[in-house]
């Protein structure tokens, strides 16, 4: 796939506030401090599309990136973030919660996870989640130059054994500083993608 032109359409916290379902849109979910925003930028090839900041927890809203005007990419509000009130943290739960399960044209939610660590309560929580909904599947494990190639097998097992993966689902070693793993993602959105044509047209 090749990203031609990204922009972004809409920030929402509402479902009247969404652009409509006029296109095929995969979203991405994790913790705060896992380093969404980085690989966001680092899929589209642009440096500061999606805001990255350090102080984790500032993606608040979904933000949703129309891409090539042919799909979207949906950055949805990070978790599990110490520093953010409880008050504010459970507004996010039905947010993206209400996302999950009424947006139509939504493939699937790919999660990150950071690979360096075994994947917190949180983590499963969303995955149940997104299995729950029929958009699991897809798995990127980010960070992945902080380990080495040994660790890195052991680190891919923990998750997969964490959240308990089945055996078709995808878990992508990332690095958004040495620039790995960015490829295997936009194939594998690329695949969604066209999965979903295909459908249309049967």
Not at 161 to 179: F, I, N, Q
Request: aromatic residues 6%.
């Amino acid at each position: 796939m090749i990203i031609r032109t990204a922009e972004l359409e809409a920030v929402a916290v509402r479902k009247e506030q969404y652009p409509p379902e006029d296109r095929s849109e995969v979203a991405f979910a994790g913790r705060s401090n896992v380093g969404k925003s980085s690989l966001i930028n680092a899929l589209l090839n642009r440096r500061s599309l999606a805001r990255v900041s350090g102080s984790p927890g500032k993606t608040r809203t979904l933000n949703f990136y129309n891409i090539n005007d042919a799909f979207r990419i949906v950055d949805l509000p990070g978790y599990g973030y110490a520093k953010v009130s409880k008050q504010e943290a459970q507004r996010w739960g039905p947010m993206i919660e209400n996302y999950l399960a009424n947006r139509q044209n939504l493939l699937r939610v790919i999660q990150l996870v950071d690979i360096r660590h075994k994947p917190t309560a949180e983590d499963r929580q969303m995955y149940e989640w997104l299995r729950h909904y029929g958009l699991s599947g897809t798995v990127i494990a980010t960070k992945a130059d902080k380990v080495s190639g040994n660790e890195r097998a052991k680190c891919l097992a923990q998750i997969r054994r964490e959240l308990d993966l089945g055996a078709d689902d995808a878990v992508l070693p990332v690095s958004t500083l040495k620039k790995t793993g960015i490829n295997d993602v936009l194939d594998a959105i690329d695949a969604l993608l066209l999965s979903a044509q295909n459908d249309t047209m049967e």
